[in-house]
C-alpha cells in the first residue's frame, strides 16, 4: 500500500533446482496492470500515480508471480470540531479529528491522531481526543497526522461569586418565599444554583429554609 506521489523498489528471488536462490531483479520483466495508477520501471521501482490498486506481474523464463499494490490519496488537510464551548471545571469535551484526502473522501481519524495540549494545568487531552477541564484559563489543543496539524482553542471557566436574590426578604409568620441563586463565571457568564447549593438559616426557631431555597 502506497500513498500517492510515492515510490517503492519491489524485490525478486528466483530459486533453483539446486535449492541456492538468486536476485533476478534485473532479469524479470515487469508489468502493470494500470499504468494510470502506477507504473514500474524495468527495475522494478514502482511509481503510485492515482489512487487505486493494480496487480504488478513479473515473469522470467515462462514463469510468473504478482503482487497487488494498493495506491491511497493524499491526505491534503485535517479539520477538528469548530465549536467549542466554554468549559466548566472538571467538564469533559470530546474533539474529533476529521481528514479530507485527495479524492475529496474523509476519515475518522480521531482516535489516530497524537493529542497535545500547551498548558496542562489548564486541561488534559487523551489519546483519543477527550478534553477534561483542570482549572480557569484558556490554551491550545493540537491534533497532529502524518505531518499535518490542526490547533483548537480552548477556555475554561471557574465559579467567582454567588448572589442571591432577593437580597432582603420580610415574611409574615407560616408564609413562604423563593429564594434564588445565580452564580457568575470567570467570562461573566451566569448559571442558576437553585437546587445546586447548601441552604442554611442562622436561627431555625425564627425560619427554615428548604433544600430548594424555600424560605
Do not use: C, H
Not at 58 to 83: H, K, R, W, Y
Not at 153 to 173: C, E, F, H
Amino acid at each position: 500500500t502506497r500513498a500517492m506521489s510515492s515510490s517503492q523498489q519491489l524485490n525478486v528471488s528466483g530459486e533453483y533446482g539446486d535449492d541456492s536462490v538468486e536476485a533476478v531483479d534485473s532479469l524479470v520483466t515487469w508489468q502493470s496492470s494500470d499504468p494510470s495508477i502506477a507504473t514500474i520501471s524495468t527495475s522494478g521501482s514502482v511509481l503510485a500515480i492515482s489512487a487505486g490498486t493494480i496487480t504488478v506481474t513479473v515473469s522470467l523464463q515462462g514463469l510468473s508471480d504478482a503482487i497487488q499494490v494498493t495506491v491511497l490519496p493524499n491526505l491534503d488537510s485535517l479539520s477538528s470540531t469548530e465549536v467549542i464551548p466554554n468549559l466548566k471545571i472538571f467538564d469533559t469535551f470530546q474533539l474529533t479529528l476529521t481528514g479530507t484526502y485527495s479524492d475529496a473522501s474523509t476519515q475518522n481519524l480521531t482516535s489516530l491522531a497524537t493529542w497535545s495540549v500547551v498548558d496542562a494545568s489548564i486541561l488534559s487531552v487523551s489519546s483519543a481526543g477527550l478534553v477534561s477541564a483542570l482549572s480557569a484559563g484558556t490554551t491550545l489543543v493540537t491534533a497532529a497526522y502524518e505531518g499535518l496539524t490542526v490547533e483548537r482553542s480552548i477556555s475554561v471557566k471557574a465559579l467567582a461569586d454567588l448572589s442571591i436574590s432577593p437580597t432582603s426578604l420580610t415574611l409574615a409568620i407560616a408564609s413562604s418565599e423563593q429564594l434564588r441563586v445565580t452564580g457568575r463565571y470567570t467570562d461573566n457568564s451566569t448559571e442558576s444554583f437553585d437546587s445546586a447549593v447548601t441552604w442554611q438559616t442562622a436561627d431555625v426557631n425564627v425560619v427554615s429554609i428548604s433544600n430548594s431555597g424555600v424560605g
